[in-house]
T-cell receptor
Framework: NAGVTQTPKFQVLKTGQSMTLQCAQD?????MSWYRQDPGMGLRLIHY???????DQGEVPNGYNVSRSTTEDFPLRLLSAAPSQTSVYFC?????????????FGPGTRLTVL | GDSVTQMEGPVTLSEEAFLTINCTYTATGYPSLFWYVQYPGEGLQLLLK?????DKGSNKGFEATYRKETTSFHLEKGSVQVSDSAVYFC??????????????FGAGTQVVVTP
């Protein structure tokens, strides 16, 4: 199993550009989520999905879109990049065992917006 | 709402020293509690967890006990190694507020172990 994979590992954008961060998992997990990690703030939830065709907003959704057309893939779209979106982005997936469910994280994408 | 507070870092230790990282939480229900570790340049991985009061999670020499009376889940290791240098995150999931168990993270504590 490859687990959770993310591409690209690094990306530099100019303000106003758009891009898609890719995330895929091969563990048949129902639950997938996107976080951003900023110094001193831990991980904050951007969007999540509880299954194909179902998505919802997390704590910091503004400026990001998601969709979940398959169980395996959960791309994150930046519509018009801003310097405030400079961060490290992590995708995660898990089963939903109704308590104590471990989330499996990808290696992250480091995004810089100039 | 639910929240997690953990001690600020960085925490700098010598090899073989005792490590404690404090973590306290507030939650509506009876959450599951986790410690995740992030090694340099990598994603997070689960270190240990506890799903009910008085449970003790343990892994790789690390331990944490779920203390409902003090709403705490402090992480301890008796003798750290240089390879334990990482950022440690305390987290909770509360099925009383979210049926899918979304994780709420603390800010993370960087631990640096020197030879």
């Amino acid at each position: 199993n490859a687990g959770v994979t993310q591409t690209p590992k690094f990306q530099v954008l100019k303000t106003g550009q758009s891009m898609t961060l890719q995330c895929a998992q091969d563990m048949n997990h129902e639950y997938m989520s996107w976080y951003r990690q900023d110094p001193g703030m831990g991980l904050r939830l951007i969007h999540y999905s509880v299954g194909a065709g179902i998505t919802d907003q997390g704590e910091v959704p503004n400026g990001y879109n998601v969709s979940r057309s398959t169980t395996e893939d959960f791309p994150l779209r930046l519509l018009s990049a801003a310097p405030s979106q400079t961060s490290v982005y992590f995708c995660a997936s898990s089963y939903n065992d109704r308590g104590g469910n471990e989330q499996f994280f990808g290696p992250g994408t480091r995004l810089t917006v100039l | 709402g639910d929240s997690v507070t953990q001690m600020e870092g960085p925490v700098t230790l010598s090899e073989e020293a005792f490590l404690t990282i404090n973590c306290t939480y507030t939650a509506t229900g009876y959450p599951s509690l986790f410690w995740y570790v992030q090694y340099p340049g990598e994603g997070l991985q689960l270190l240990l967890k506890a799903t009910k009061a008085d449970d003790k999670g343990s892994n790789k020499g690390f331990e944490a006990t779920y203390r409902k009376e003090t709403t705490s889940f402090h992480l301890e290791k008796g003798s750290v190694q240089v390879s334990d240098s990482a950022v440690y995150f305390c987290a909770l999931s509360d099925l009383a507020t979210d049926s899918w168990g979304k994780l709420q993270f603390g800010a993370g504590t960087q631990v640096v172990v020197t030879p």
